[in-house]
């Protein structure tokens, strides 16, 4: 496991025991800030399905995000609240206007802007579904004047494509929720999103089918408020880092059953 310095591009080589105890350390000193009050409170975005949903048995949130959570949460000695938003944009909200202490995002450098984010632990591909007698064949077809592309309003996609579809128009919907649902009713040309919930999406929907290639690849993160420095993005770096390098974060994915997703590696 590396330590947070190798994260920002110093060498370093620790051993296992080495790099737990430097983990311990920086969150030993950062508890009282991640956690005000003895509790940690994590920003879950169930937009995301991928990561995160509401189960069906508990009508609690459940999946690989809320794991983390309680496994960080239990490190930190600190109960675990959940702070619970239908969509990314939503969710980052909660982090920065002080609504919760951590949260679960696509790595992207506008919302770099005011967050801290640690090493990815998760990569899911970005792709585009179209109806079956719709001329866009391939990726390079939707960049075109007059094709429309529903996203859900501020995802990692949406702030991806705003950067670099240059002709097409981007239809932004909220919540994660109703984009399909738009993307049906306004008769849109091309539903953008994360490939296996379109995938799953288009196996129940006749006339529609997803296109061969991702258009990016979504780099899956924690996030720390820069607000609360130093010490808290160390101890949560290092957190994720043990959690992916240990199988946790596989061992999530297997046990939400979750597929098209995939366990980052080092230096991803």
Partial sequence: M?????????????TPATAAANEANACTTAASVLAPGGTLRASINIGNPVLAAIDANSGEPAGVSVDLAAELARRLHA?????????????????????????????????????????????????????????????EDVDRPGVSVAVSKGSAYDLYLSRTLQHATIVRISPSAAVVDAFEKQHLDVLAGVKPQLVQYASHASGLHVLDDRFMVIRQAMGVPKSKGDAAAQCVAQ????????????????RHHIDGASVARAGN
């Fill in 79 to 139: 109960k675990l609240q959940l702070v619970v938003a239908n969509a990314a944009a939503a969710s980052l909200d909660n982090v920065l206007n002080d609504h919760a202490d951590i949260g679960f995002f696509a790595i992207d450098p506008r919302r770099g802007a005011a967050v801290r984010f640690t090493a990815p632990y998760v990569l899911i591909e970005g792709a585009y579904a179209v109806r079956d007698d719709s001329p866009i064949a391939r990726n």
């Fill in 2 to 14: 590396l330590g947070f310095a190798c994260i920002v591009g110093h060498a370093c080589a620790q």
């Fill in 239 to 254: 957190f994720v880092e043990a959690m992916r390098d240990s199988g946790f974060v596989a061992a999530a994915l297997e």
